[in-house]
């Protein structure tokens, strides 16, 4: 399985990061970085990395968080929900057109801030407990991840290793 994910700005990054730690420390749960897929399937690494070196990348993204809600999948027990985005769903379909992909795929814009099985009852409590103090999360780096397709447990997820990465904002804009 290779995966695009889009990854936060370095402020929104540093607050996501302890969340996940924390989160993960208390219910005994794999560490991941804070990241939002783009697009996910079975491609081939190599392919993937040259589209991530190829495409066409926005000079940047904000996204506008709507809510931190639960889910029964392991993977998005607990996550940021973004509002949709056109120019994220033209970046989506981008991807998955040149790594001729799945056209099943669907892009739902949220961020994990869990990995865990737990009682709904328990996810819908953090999830009303939790807190963002933004309003909008910037993302500022696209990533090509390689790992297990399946994503389960613990070994699973510490699996996935990053192949490549490239900004949103060319270098020659840095000051």
């Not at 700005?9 to 208390?26: D, G, M």
């Not at 991941?32 to 783009?38: A, D, G, N, R, V």
């Not at 981008?94 to 814009?109: E, T």
């Not at 389960?152 to 990053?162: G, I, L, P």
Request: charged fraction near 20%.
């Amino acid at each position: 399985m290779v995966a695009f994910w889009l990854m936060p700005a370095r402020r929104e990054a540093s607050f996501l990061v302890s969340l996940v730690v924390r989160l993960a420390a208390q219910h005994d749960a794999p560490l991941f970085e804070p990241h939002l897929t783009l697009y996910a399937g079975q491609i081939a690494a190599e392919g993937a990395v040259k589209v991530l070196n190829s495409i066409q990348l926005p000079q940047s993204c904000d996204l506008h968080v709507e809510r931190v809600d639960s889910s029964e999948k392991f993977t998005k027990a607990l996550f940021v929900q973004f509002r949709a985005a056109p120019e994220l769903q033209q970046l989506s379909n981008s991807l998955r057109a040149a790594v001729n992909g799945d056209r099943s795929y669907k892009l739902n814009p949220h961020l994990s801030l869990l990995y865990k099985e737990l009682p709904h009852e328990a996810k819908a409590e953090l999830a009303r407990t939790i807190s963002i103090p933004f309003q909008h999360i910037s993302f500022d780096r696209l990533q090509v991840i390689a790992g297990n397709d399946r994503a389960s447990t613990h070994s699973d997820v510490e699996s996935w290793q990053t192949l490549a990465a490239r900004d949103l904002t060319p270098t020659a804009q840095h000051s």
